[in-house]
């Protein structure tokens, strides 16, 4: 609080965590710049926990910084550092009323007046006049309300959030993020938000840093990581991709030429990962077109030939299965704009696509393609 | 839920009337407490009342003449003039003895709920199994660990903690420790129950809000075992201030609480009005103690 401290950029240097022989966080690096909205994003159980324990002082790193500002505080115990948690499970203190909760934080630094701050602070999580209730009595939005009114009223220099909103539902979840990104903006804390959920990772973020295995695969702002992913994971785990397995025969005249089961492609130059050797040809669902026959396919685009095997009607698209003369499934999705008719099951049909809105991941040789749907959300990722 | 909807109904039975099962289950509380209310009734309230009429009873009547209820008030100031300082010294040495049960039983108790990890039971076992030997044997032990000649004893004298012939047995601080010792467990078992159930959660959210490890303890985790804290305070101090065992098989009669005169006055006496004053007054100078501990400990989630 009071006086601006001198840049407050977080830094994650070298960070690593073992337990035992497993590495759960391993050689971890990055800048979150001062004020901005972070989200650490991965499937359970990668490590986006550990890291924030790391941050908050809960867990001591194995080895690595880090660093606010240009101050190591990786060995400062957890009630020395300018940074506070909302933890998954919100730990309200059961013993305490919402007021005594909310003001812990300022009571414990010696602050003696502090009835005005926790009221604002209350009104901004807009839960006035709960003041005297126990954790017990709310809802679980409230507590979650309760937890992050707790945690800002310290105005820390960091606000780590551990999936505050993955025991909400949808609606409120919803709600909340909005009600979090509003906050965000109006306090300008710099906040590290962990989730497993893309959706809310991409509408909340200025920054996502995608986490598999306890790396990082690729850090970057949402809609340039969705457009353009740099590994076949980060295209699968930010929505759907499919990715078709191509070998590239390296560049020339700003395109990279590609072969796939039997088929000539081209991709620009600018967004291939990989431009000699084993390829992922990867294309959105969302930007492939379907139409009934090869003339019907635009001049410069590229096209795949199938037929319909599944069309999921969702509201506001239509989601399509197109098996390929080689076995793969195509996912396509189609904007019910009403300018298309429905294709049924069984017909045959061309999917084509802009080779700017195609990309080239780097693949493993012997890896076939990855054309099936995942989940929306990975299973069991509730940690 | 009804169990008597899943008995078949036999051939010649009708089911039995909603009217009469309800009936039935309206009863069965009671039905339930019968047995334990019988027993109340006849080995506690029953006594209890003719302890009453006895501290009321003549006292120049004996044993061998026979007693009169001659509704004898006096019996009580009388007693409580003769063996005042047996009163206060039983509370001074149970509180004494509170003190440093306290000091030892929190943090044998947090230690066992929040570190032992996979040796939690058998600490828990350790707690538990003195009790195992009778409460009487137990304290015969402690004679032969605080005797004259023991090694502790031999010890103390060694580091000058004692002088050449100083003694433990027969002091003040033989009964203390008995009584420490005697009934710890009942102190330590149920503040592990509350401390168990303390989510460590709570101390890294307190932590991550600013308080040290010792702020962290006197905010959070003492308010949260304060159930088990006052249980164990209440059933530690009741029976250390009525103990008399202590006293007598480690102390000298300048040690005995009332626990002792009450014994006297009952079986070596023979003063039946006096040992049933005695009996009523230490259960009121109790029923007080608890009553104002409670009351400033605040917690209602005891009684
Ligand atoms: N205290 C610990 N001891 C051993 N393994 C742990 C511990 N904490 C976390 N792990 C392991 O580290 C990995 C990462 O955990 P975590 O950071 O909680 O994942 P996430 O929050 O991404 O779901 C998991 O495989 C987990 O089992
Ligand atoms: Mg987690």
């Known amino acids: 609080m009071g006086h601006d401290a001198p840049a407050g950029d977080l830094r994650l240097a070298n960070l690593t965590k073992r337990f035992g022989v497993f590495t759960a966080v391993d050689d971890l690096s990055l800048t979150i710049p001062q004020g901005s909205f972070f989200a650490l994003l991965g499937a359970s159980g990668c490590g986006k926990t550990t890291t924030l324990r790391m941050i908050a002082g809960l867990e001591e790193p194995t080895s690595g910084q880090v660093l606010l500002g240009d101050r190591d505080i990786a060995r400062l115990r957890p009630y020395k550092r300018p940074v506070n948690t909302v933890f998954q499970s919100y730990a309200l203190f059961p013993h305490l009323d919402i007021f005594e909760n909310v003001a ?14 926790v009221e604002r602070m209350l009104s901004l999580v807009q839960l006035d006049g709960y003041g005297r209730r126990r954790p017990a009595q709310l809802s679980g939005g409230q507590q979650q309300r309760v937890a992050l009114a707790r945690a800002l009223i310290n105005h820390p220099k960091v606000l780590l959030l551990d999936e505050p909103l993955g025991a909400l539902d949808l609606k409120l979840r919803r709600q909340m993020q909005i009600e979090l990104k509003r906050i965000q903006t109006e306090v300008g804390i710099t906040f590290v938000h962990v ?10 973020a200025d920054t996502v840093a995608v986490m598999n295995a306890g790396r990082i695969e690729q850090l970057g702002a949402p809609a340039d990581m969705y457009e353009f992913p740099a590994t076949a994971f980060v295209a699968n785990f930010l929505g759907q991709s499919n990715l078709l397995a191509a070998e590239a025969a390296g560049a020339g005249g700003g395109e990279v030429a590609v072969s796939a089961h039997g088929g000539r492609f081209s991709v620009p130059a600018g967004r291939a990962r990989a431009d000699r050797g084993p390829v992922y040809l990867g294309v959105r669902p969302e930007k492939l077109h379907l139409v009934g026959s090869a003339d019907q396919v635009p001049a410069g685009h590229q096209h795949v030939t199938g037929v319909v095997t599944d069309a999921s009607y969702v509201g506001v698209s239509t989601q399509y299965l197109l098996r390929t003369g080689w076995g793969s499934e195509l996912t396509v999705f189609v904007a019910n704009s009403g300018a298309y008719g429905r294709l049924p099951v069984g017909t045959q049909a061309v999917a084509h696509w802009d080779p700017r809105h195609a990309f080239l991941l780097h693949r493993e040789p012997g890896e076939h393609d990855r054309t099936t749907p995942v989940l929306d959300e990975p299973v069991g990722a509730s940690s | 839920m009804s169990v008597l909807a899943h008995v078949p109904t036999g051939s010649g039975q009708s089911a039995p009337l909603p009217a009469a099962r309800s009936g039935r289950y309206r009863l069965l509380p009671y039905l339930l407490l019968l047995p334990g209310a019988a027993w109340l009734f006849l080995f506690f309230a029953v006594p209890l009342f003719q302890l009453a009429a006895a501290s009321l009873y003549d006292p120049s009547g004996s044993l061998s003449t026979g007693y009169a209820l001659t509704w004898a008030f006096g019996n009580y100031p009388e007693a409580l003039q003769a063996y005042w300082p047996q009163f206060t010294r039983s509370f001074l040495y149970a509180g004494i003895a509170l003190v440093l049960a306290l000091l030892m039983g929190y943090p044998l108790a947090y230690a066992i709920a929040q570190k032992a990890g996979r040796w939690k039971n058998l600490l828990l076992v350790c707690v538990i199994a003195p009790m195992f030997t009778s409460f009487l044997v137990r304290t015969l032990a402690w004679k032969t660990i605080l005797s004259d000649n023991g090694a502790l004893v031999g010890l103390l004298r060694d580091v000058h903690l004692l002088g050449a012939d100083g003694r433990l047995l027969a002091t003040p601080v033989a009964v203390v420790l008995g009584l420490t010792y005697n009934f710890l467990p009942f102190l330590v078992l149920p503040l592990y129950a509350s401390l168990e ?14 308080a040290s490890p010792v702020r962290a303890f006197r905010k959070v985790t003492l308010p949260l075992s304060m159930p088990g804290l006052v249980a164990g305070t209440l059933l530690f101090f009741i029976p250390a201030s009525g103990d008399y065992i202590n006293a007598e098989l480690l102390g000298t009669p300048n040690e005995y609480m009332i626990g002792n005169v009450i014994d006297s006055a009952f079986l070596v006496r023979l003063d039946y009005p006096q040992g049933a004053a005695l009996s009523f007054l230490l259960m009121a100078a109790i029923l007080a103690v608890v009553f104002v501990y409670l009351r400033r400990a605040g917690t209602d989630e005891v009684l």
């Open chain 2, 197 to 210: 159930r303390l989510d460590h959660r709570l101390l890294e959210a307190a932590s991550d809000l600013y």
């Open chain 1, 195 to 204: 989730t497993h959920d893309q959706e809310e990772a991409m509408t909340m």
């Open chain 1, 104 to 117: 812990f934080g300022l009571r414990r630094r010696g602050i003696r007046s502090v009835g005005d701050q």
